[in-house]
């Protein structure tokens, strides 16, 4: 057995593509997990950011639907950062029971089925759509606050050009561009906790006018609207800024990219978003509150509230510019979460045959590309279509954010009733899951009801759409899947009686060069119509295989380890049937990222040692062809044929139908 290496091109669009996105990793480097992992320090900048940034835009909504009713905003404070802890905590216990990451999906797939499944998948993916869109729009409003009014109409032209900009930066990989982009972090913390503590500190004479404040607008509304009017006021406000909310499920769906341990880490990275975030929105309001901030148009609240912190100081205009301005390429990072986590609900539910097989599939810089790029594409277009209003996108964005939150919470509630045997502590832990599930209920309804016919429409269809089109590829792949496990009930039994050739491989024969993945009745098919279509033609077989590193198997050193070994069995076991037909055979495999690439040059090798050699491989072959096969199966022996022609390699495609 060999491994093959990878060949490095020369030509002028691989080293422009190399200059912006960077060489190849390594897969084989038995450090590559520790060098791209990333310590609860980083995890906080690059998901927990997506956290904290909220606080530029949640609390700021909520403010604004209190209307005159702003005495009300210290309690919202209070309330949105228990919301913060509480479900954060509950986050931390589904980090604990799902290790390896998968956030949303995976807990409502476990604990719930696989249709709930689906749809937490669904709305994750239109979420983490909705993550980059809505940061990037936010950023664009933070920086455009500060610049004249006149250029307001190319906001949406920035926001795209910072779209285009993360998915570059993101197809390098995620360590290096939250490495990048991690000064911006450390500017935001302590731009904005000087603010916050400005804000508190130097407006302490304004607390008793503040209780003041409150006692009278209390006893207005009650006079007015009652209490049952003030519940439904604080309640409406208080779910329209669910928003602030939005970031915390990124750290329990990154969990694959965290240096290990990764339980512990995780957890610490949701301790330190939780904290931060409970923070900032809650002090925010207070200091909403102390200032009497008003809208002001053109600029975000936050924004409004910089400028009269640090009106007096000296370069004051300067400083608050720059808070502002690290507040909105701190939503920058934000995005990063969409780009971190939203490619890997694709890939979990492309291994679950929800989503198109290549959307597992990892680049050579280990990226999972396909995913990264239908995110950014998709984040363009909701920012066209909504001219990116943040009011508009919070709407979209929290209606599937507690979706999944609600399925989560619900799913976990469901484990420990089931399982209160086996947990002493199984009250305790319900608690919490269930009041986090009631607090994303409410969230959840009373946004729908107010912003239904506001843009909450538009989310339900698209996630609806998702949710059909998942549907129709399971669908498809459960027949393929049955039509090739008819050829495994008729194949893998195959009685083979003769003895085993015991004859080494010979370099000077004719030797069929086999494409095989794992030991199934679709490779045996192929050896046996080699064996049909050039009888007594092939001295020597040898089967070739590679060890494709997705995002299924990237999860640690052992796990790739287990794939390679599983590799090797299966195809021991094709050599072994092959020597008991009356061939000399034996296999090479390679391990890495992409099938094409990896076996064009593993084929290649094998042919300087075997000149008198020729490569076959199966495909399946439908009845009738559809516009759709091509997008849901890689078409991998046609692309891997056309590679070795090039080369000057003689390659033939055995079909294999499959009645469907």
């Known amino acids: 057995m060999t491994f093959a290496t990878e060949e490095q091109k020369g030509t002028v669009f691989g080293n422009i593509r190399r200059a912006i996105i960077g060489a190849p990793k390594q897969i084989n480097d038995p450090n590559i997990f520790h060098k791209i992992s990333l310590i609860p320090l980083l995890a906080w900048i690059g998901l927990g950011a997506d956290g904290l940034s909220s606080s530029s835009y949640g609390p700021e909504e909520a403010y604004r ?13 209070i309330a949105t950062a228990l919301t913060v802890l509480i479900i954060s905590y509950a986050y931390s216990r589904i980090i604990e029971h799902f290790p390896h990451g998968g956030g949303g999906y995976v807990v409502a797939t476990h604990m719930l089925g696989k249709k709930a499944g689906v749809v937490s998948g669904s709305a994750l993916m239109v979420d983490y759509t909705l993550t980059i869109t809505i940061s990037t729009a936010a950023c664009a409003d933070a920086i455009f606050s500060y610049l004249p009014f006149g250029f307001q109409p190319y906001k949406i032209f920035f926001a ?11 197809i390098r990989g995620v360590k290096e561009s939250i490495t990048i982009l991690t000064p911006v972090f450390i500017v935001f913390v302590a731009t ?5 503590i400005d804000g508190v500190l130097t407006h302490t004479d304004r607390f008793v006018p503040l209780i003041n404040n409150f006692n009278t607008g209390i006893r207005q509304d009650i006079s007015t609207i009652g209490i049952m009017g003030i519940l439904m006021l604080f309640l409406r406000a208080y779910s329209l800024g669910g928003g602030t909310y939005t970031g915390i499920e990124a750290v329990s769906n990154g969990l694959q990219i965290m240096r290990d341990p990764k339980v512990q880490t995780g957890k610490r990275t949701m301790l330190y978003m939780a904290v931060s975030l409970a923070f900032t929105a809650g002090i925010l309001f207070l200091c909403y509150s102390l200032l009497d901030v008003k809208p002001v148009a053109g600029k975000t609240l936050n924004a409004v509230l910089a400028d009269s912190l640090f009106t007096g100081w000296p370069m004051g205009h300067w400083i608050a510019f720059i808070t502002i301005f690290s507040e909105g390429t701190l939503l920058l990072l934000a995005a990063q979460a969409g780009f971190v986590d939203g490619p890997r609900v694709m890939a979990n539910m492309a291994v679950d045959s929800w989503f198109p097989r290549r959307f597992a599939a990892l680049s050579d810089r280990l990226t999972m590309q396909n995913g990264i790029m239908i995110m950014g594409i998709g984040a363009i277009a909701l920012l066209v279509y909504t001219h990116g209003s943040v009011s508009s996108l919070v709407v979209m964005y929290s209606i599937n954010v507690f979706i999944t939150f609600s399925l989560s919470q619900l799913g976990m509630s469901y484990f420990y009733i089931r399982h209160r045997k086996d947990h002493q502590e199984w009250k305790q832990h319900l608690s919490v899951h269930l009041t986090g599930l009631l607090l994303c209920v409410t969230i959840l309804a009373v946004t729908t009801f107010e912003k239904f016919a506001e843009g909450g429409w538009i989310t339900f269809l698209i996630t609806s759409g998702v949710i059909g089109g998942c549907y129709l ?13 008819q050829l495994d009930e008729i194949l893998l039994k195959i009685p083979v009686t003769a003895a085993s050739n015991p004859f080494p491989v010979d370099t000077r024969e004719q030797t069929a060069i086999l494409l095989v993945s794992s030991f199934s009745g679709f490779g045996i098919h192929t050896l046996l119509s080699i064996i049909k279509t050039f009888p007594k033609t092939y001295k020597n077989i040898l089967f070739v295989s590679v060890a494709v590193i997705d995002s299924g198997s990237f999860k640690g050193a052992d796990a790739v380890d287990a794939l390679t070994q599983s590799i090797q069995n299966d195809l021991q076991k094709y050599v072994d049937l092959a020597r008991r037909l009356g061939f000399a055979a034996d296999y090479r495999m390679t391990v890495g990222t992409e099938v094409v690439e990896s076996a064009t040059i593993l084929c290649r090798d094998i042919e300087r040692d075997f000149p008198r050699s020729v490569v076959f491989s199966g495909q399946i072959t439908f009845r009738l062809e559809k516009f759709y096969h091509r997008f849901l199966h890689n078409e991998t022996a046609f692309a891997i044929q056309r590679r070795l022609q090039w080369h000057g390699m003689t390659s033939v495609i055995l079909p294999i139908r499959i009645n469907i």
């Open 65 to 77: 639907a209190l209307g005159s009713h702003t005495y009300l905003a210290v309690l919202l404070g």
């Open 160 to 170: 795209c050009f910072l779209c285009v900009l993360l998915i570059l930066l993101n």
């Open 192 to 196: 904005h906790l000087l603010m916050l």
């Open 473 to 485: 590829i399971h669908s498809h792949y459960k027949k393929v899947l049955k039509g090739i496990g």
